[in-house]
């Protein structure tokens, strides 16, 4: 099988419906789509089996953080390549034809992200600048900025030009809502690392696949759109722990390299379990 798309939803019935109409008329031949439903209390469910049989659904009772939904997907999954697809985007006819062309000319590459345009037709800048400032910041002052030499984001000269939009170019990180993967390269370095609960299971997953020495590009040739705008998450506790303890974890896993550390008693948080059998 040559590709799997993978879709985590929660309550986006309307734009999943679009998202999937849009997918199936730019489909490889012999490809998969998955659903992961994450205790939606709309009728995502009821639609995605009405209107979209040939797709395959995971349901969840309770929400699942991103990292494991998309596990237990990729572990379902068939295709040479996993693209994981926000449920509010829609991909143009050339999309994964283009896309399939570039990885089979470049085996460096692990993962590629592409050019997302709003619903009026304008860049979305996180297309190839997916880091939050706080992270920003953080990296900074700890030096973990060095881990990512390909991001101008760090580099206290650079500004901002319209024309990086168009060119392809390497990054550091891949954009969650548009993730093109080689399944071999998840094979190699395992699946997302379900200790980031809701944010840089992104960050993490892009660093590495630099580790084993692949190449994550954000590709400019064809484009998607966002039909929606992300959400601005609420501002409470879990949010923050999430948020800011996703930090902590990033940096106790390479600053102080513990991902090797067995505490007894304590499973899930010193050690990463994310790997894909062969």
């Avoid at 679009?18 to 031949?29: D, F, M, S, V």
């Avoid at 470049?106 to 706080?134: C, T």
Wanted: aromatic share 12%; charged share 25%; proline share 4%.
């Amino acid at each position: 099988m040559q590709l799997s798309t993978i879709i985590i939803n929660h309550n986006q019935c309307r734009p999943l419906r679009h998202a999937l109409g849009a997918l199936k008329r730019a489909a490889l031949p012999d490809s998969e789509v998955i659903v992961v439903d994450n205790a939606s209390e709309d009728i995502s469910v009821r639609m995605v089996k009405a209107e979209f049989p040939q797709a395959k659904v995971i349901e969840h009772s309770r929400k699942q953080g991103f990292a494991n939904a998309a596990n237990e997907a990729i572990k379902a999954s068939k295709g040479e390549f996993v693209l994981l697809l926000d449920a509010a985007i829609l991909v143009s006819e050339e999309t994964l034809d283009r896309l399939k062309e570039f990885l089979q000319a470049h085996p460096e590459v692990g993962g590629v992200s592409v050019r997302m345009l709003d619903a009026e037709g304008n860049f979305v800048e996180g297309s190839n600048k997916n880091m939050p400032p706080e992270w920003i910041s953080f990296f900074r002052l700890t030096g973990l900025s060095r881990l990512f030499s390909k991001s101008r984001l760090f580099s206290k000269h650079y500004e901002a030009g319209w024309i990086e939009g168009f060119e392809n170019t390497e990054t550091d990180v891949l954009n969650s809502c548009f993730m093109l993967l080689r399944r071999s390269v998840l094979q190699e370095i395992g699946m997302f690392d379900g200790r980031f609960k809701g944010y840089g299971y992104d960050i993490d997953l892009s660093y590495r696949i630099r580790l084993a020495g692949f190449k994550n590009y954000y590709f400019a040739k064809t484009f998607v759109i966002q039909q929606v705008s992300q959400p601005a998450s609420k501002v409470n506790w879990q949010h923050m722990k999430n948020f800011y303890g996703a930090m902590l974890t990033f940096a106790v896993k390479y600053l102080f390299r513990l991902p090797e550390l067995r505490v007894k008693n304590m499973p899930g948080w010193s050690s990463p379990a994310y790997e894909l059998k062969q």
